[in-house]
């Protein structure tokens, strides 16, 4: 019984890790894909607005970040004064006789 004379018994052993991890990593990705884009959208959905929900806390400690320019569309309107218009042939111009 002993050792295989050509080495083939080493390299059966390699061959059934290859596909062992090759195994291992297909199942990997297909729980990736189930759990990361079915079931965390899935639970987001039926928490509602809970899962978005931040602590009073948390939410005086952290910045913030007005990426969308929300501020600037809620700031005051003596702020957002519109210029003086600028009228054609004002004084001191050459607006005619």
């Known amino acids: ?3 295989d004379p050509r080495g083939q018994g080493r390299d ?3 061959r059934a890790a290859a596909a062992g991890v090759r195994v291992v990593t297909a ?3 297909i729980m990736f894909t189930v759990v990361r884009m079915t079931l965390v959208p899935a639970v987001l959905v039926l928490s509602g607005r809970g899962a978005w929900w931040l602590p ?8 913030d970040l007005d990426a969308e320019g929300s501020s ?3 700031a005051e309107p003596a702020e957002r004064a519109e210029p003086d218009p600028v009228v054609a042939g004002g004084a001191g111009g050459n607006s005619g006789p």
Not at 56 to 63: K, Y
Request: proline residues 5%; aromatic residues 0%.
């Open 1 to 3: 019984m002993g050792t």
């Open 12 to 14: 059966l052993g390699g």
């Open 27 to 29: 199942a990997a990705l």
């Open 56 to 63: 009073g806390r948390l939410d005086r400690i952290l910045p």
């Open 72 to 74: 600037l569309r809620k």
